[in-house]
């Protein structure tokens, strides 16, 4: 005659409210290296996006005061956008 299951452990009432991204996961060191990848990445380009903005009015202003422009501001504008704007890729889905 086959044994009965046995139950599984009880869920505590924090538990069942605890949102799904605070419950507790396996993650195995893989996992917990990407993220913390995706968080380095989503950073830097948070950096980048503020350092781009101030190379735009440091040659906003200098063209306004006749000091001339920062040389190459709009290419620089332009590659240092792609780059910062794919560093925040990982961090687009949700995954922070």
């Given at each position: 005659?086959?044994?009965?299951?046995?139950p599984a452990a009880p869920v505590t009432p924090a538990q069942a409210a605890a949102?799904?991204?605070?419950?507790?996961?396996?993650?195995?060191?893989l996992e917990?290296?990407?993220?913390?990848t995706a968080q380095a990445l989503a950073l830097g380009g948070g950096i980048l996006f503020v350092g781009l903005i101030a190379?735009?009015?440091?040659?906003?202003?200098?063209r306004k005061l006749g000091f001339g422009s920062?040389?190459?501001?709009?290419?620089?504008?332009?590659?240092?956008?792609?780059?910062a704007a794919v560093a925040h890729q990982p961090s687009g889905a949700?995954?922070?």
């Open positions: 005659m086959p044994h009965p299951p046995t949102p799904l991204h605070q419950q507790p996961s396996f993650n195995t060191r917990q290296v990407l993220l913390r190379m735009s009015l440091v040659s906003i202003v200098g920062v040389n190459g501001d709009i290419e620089l504008m332009q590659a240092g956008t792609a780059v949700g995954c922070l």
